[in-house]
């Protein structure tokens, strides 16, 4: 919940820092809720605040785990006869993997 703070408070200042710097320059005085509207309705707060909550979901979707893998492999069978008794190295090999997160 903290982070989530932290993100929507650098979202706040990063929109009206873009705000002051993208819009043109007027001589026109406008209240503070008024510029708390206008800063609402800006098309880079809006993206800002989209692409802080896919990364949020991103981040959610990242601690759980994978799909388990199972493995078959046919190792070293000969071509023309497809026997598994004619080479010491011919084989058969069955894996389990999982993807797990260190951090």
Do not use: Y
């Amino acid at each position: 919940m903290k982070d989530f703070c932290f993100h929507k408070t650098v979202l706040f200042w990063s929109a009206l820092v873009l705000l002051f710097k993208l819009s043109p320059i007027h001589a026109e005085e406008i209240t503070f809720s008024q510029a708390l509207q206008r800063l609402k309705s800006h098309n880079s707060l809006k993206v800002l605040e989209e692409s802080s909550l896919a990364q949020r979901a991103k981040v959610d979707s990242g601690s759980s785990l994978g799909d388990s893998r199972f493995k078959i492999s046919a190792k070293n069978f000969p071509r023309d006869t497809f026997r598994n008794d004619q080479s010491p190295m011919t084989g058969m090999e069955f894996a389990i993997s999982q993807k797990l997160a260190i951090s």
